[in-house]
Nanobody, 129 residues
Framework: QLQLVESGGGLVQPGGSLRLSCAAS????????IAWFRQAPGKERERVSC????????YYADSVKGRFTISRDNAKNTVYLQMNNLQPEDTGVYYC??????????????????????WGQGTHVTVSS
């Protein structure tokens, strides 16, 4: 059974950093693209980053470029999201999501939540002074 578990969220002051983890079980991480989404109160879920090991592609939303870094450790079956210089607008619930890689295209071109069929339960990030 495919399972994703996020951790690492918390309360941080503006300018601070957090590292989120997405631990995968029940499948081989390298066979999947992993995306991080976030959802702020009253807003739609938006994708912030993605990593597809089949072609090495990475994706970052414009709002997080230069501040967030996605990485994966296949040996630990875990994907990380390093978040630096956090701002109040980064507040929300962060989810990791998985979708099987494709031989035809990079899964990271898929931006909508419905494109990813496996989800974690989310971890809360609050950026506030």
């Amino acid at each position: 059974q495919l399972q994703l578990v996020e951790s690492g969220g918390g309360l941080v002051q503006p300018g601070g950093s957090l590292r989120l983890s997405c631990a995968a079980s029940g499948f081989t991480l390298s066979d999947y693209a992993i995306a991080w989404f976030r959802q702020a109160p009253g807003k739609e879920r938006e994708r912030v980053s993605c990593i597809d090991s089949s072609d090495g592609s990475l994706y970052y939303a414009d709002s997080v470029k230069g501040r967030f870094t996605i990485s994966r450790d296949n040996a630990k079956n875990t994907v990380y999201l390093q978040m630096n210089n956090l701002q109040p607008e980064d507040t929300g619930v962060y989810y990791c999501a998985a979708e099987a890689v494709s031989s035809l295209f990079s899964v990271c071109i898929l931006s909508t939540p419905k494109s990813y069929h496996s989800w974690g339960q989310g971890t809360h990030v609050t950026v506030s002074s």
